[in-house]
């Protein structure tokens, strides 16, 4: 009787310890738990590069529910060093929405994600990432065989990188982002999605795709 | 008979829509070009687009268009042909901006005007063109 009675505390004691070790251990935890990660930068001058993301709630949740993420986050200011740990550890899904180039990704407060960051990241170092799209300027500069923010992302494992090799206009780009994940939200393809965006991007300016018609899909 | 002198009063009212126009054009152009040489934003346009780029925009004008740049460059490749042109215009000399961008991110900010509405590949080309006006680099945040 006493025997058996140790032994049901030895294994409360067990589940306790083992409890306990996992709520410690919250960089083994974020891989598990990823997150529909959504940037669109606000600098000085107003311009409005947030609005893709106020008109996503529904397709949001509806991404994060079928991709079985923990959550999701939009944010309109963070800093590099930030936007570069929840990239690692966190996202499953990383669209961003701000300047940028062929090497660099602007973030609040003047600072950056640069392609030396990106290059220095450990080999499969984003194999936990679905999906990162460059909403910038340039990230794809020279295609498949050059030296860019969205190669290098793709060489570091993430499954799908999107970018665009010339420069793009804000309202185009908000329009770009908006209907792909309203397409992707439905289930349709990485390809078919970009396609919708640029449809809409070009419908809602007359004809121009400012820029959004020149994008690189690395999968 | 009368439908002759229809067409011909709609020939002239064409006529003198299609000169006001012309001239109402070539004014706001001529005024956008003491406006951007002032520094000031420009003048009569319809339509504003910004890039990605660091903040340039892009207005329309009637028949021409307005570049504001404000684009960042990170590596200055001293021998490229846009950069040599906006040196030429740009309150650095050479050396001043070699050793600047060796720690900075570098600015270009300026105006150019151009008659026509190819705005993408202008900008593509960037800035340097004849047509520009107050080119000069500078340290400072992004737009």
């Known amino acids: 009787m006493k025997k058996a009675i140790f032994n049901r505390i030895g294994i409360a004691l067990l589940s306790a310890v ?3 070790l996992s709520c ?3 960089s083994y935890a974020a891989t598990n738990n990823r997150i529909f990660f959504g940037v669109g930068i606000d600098f000085y001058n107003g311009i409005d590069r947030w609005q893709w993301l106020y008109e996503l709630d529904t397709e949001i949740s509806n991404i994060v529910k079928d991709k079985g993420y923990s959550d999701s986050q939009k944010v309109r200011k963070i800093n590099a060093d930030d936007a570069l740990r929840v990239l690692r550890d966190e996202a499953g899904i990383f669209a961003v929405h ?3 180039s062929a090497t660099s990704v602007c973030f609040s407060n003047n ?8 290059n220095a990241l450990g080999a499969n170092a984003l194999s936990n990432v679905d999906m990162v799209i460059y909403g910038t300027c340039r990230a794809a500069n020279g295609g498949i065989s050059a030296s860019n923010m969205v190669n290098s992302t793709f060489k570091k494992g993430a499954k799908v990188v999107i970018g665009f090799e010339e420069l793009t206009y804000v309202d185009q780009m908000n329009q770009w982002l908006l209907d792909f994940f309203k397409s992707y939200s439905k289930g349709k393809s990485v390809t078919k999605s970009a396609s919708d965006g640029l449809y809409w991007a070009k419908f809602w300016h007359f004809g121009n795709a400012g820029g959004t018609d020149k994008v690189l899909i690395r999968q | 008979m009368k439908i002759k002198k229809t067409i011909k009063t709609l020939l002239i009212v064409c006529v003198v829509v299609i000169v006001l126009l012309g001239f109402f054009s070539i004014g706001t152009y001529n005024i956008n070009v003491a406006q951007i040489n002032n520094g000031k934003a420009p003048l009569f346009i319809f339509s504003t687009n910004v890039v990605n780029d660091g903040g340039t925009r892009i207005y329309k004008g009637l028949g021409y268009h307005i570049i504001e740049w404000s684009s960042y460059i990170e590596n200055v490749d001293l021998k490229d042909e846009h950069i040599k042109k906006a ?3 740009s309150n650095l000399s050479r050396l001043e901006l070699e050793e600047l961008s060796k720690t900075n991110i570098v600015y ?7 008659w026509g509405y190819d705005d993408m590949s202008t900008i593509k080309n960037g800035p340097g063109s004849e047509h520009t006006v107050n080119l000069h680099f500078e340290f400072d945040k992004l737009n």
């Open chain 1, 18 to 20: 083992i409890i306990c």
């Open chain 1, 111 to 118: 600072t950056e994600i640069t392609i030396s960051q990106i």
């Open chain 1, 98 to 100: 701000s300047h940028g």
């Open chain 2, 87 to 89: 040196l030429e215009n």
């Open chain 1, 24 to 26: 410690s251990l919250p």
């Open chain 2, 108 to 114: 270009v900010r300026g105006w150019d005007i151009a």
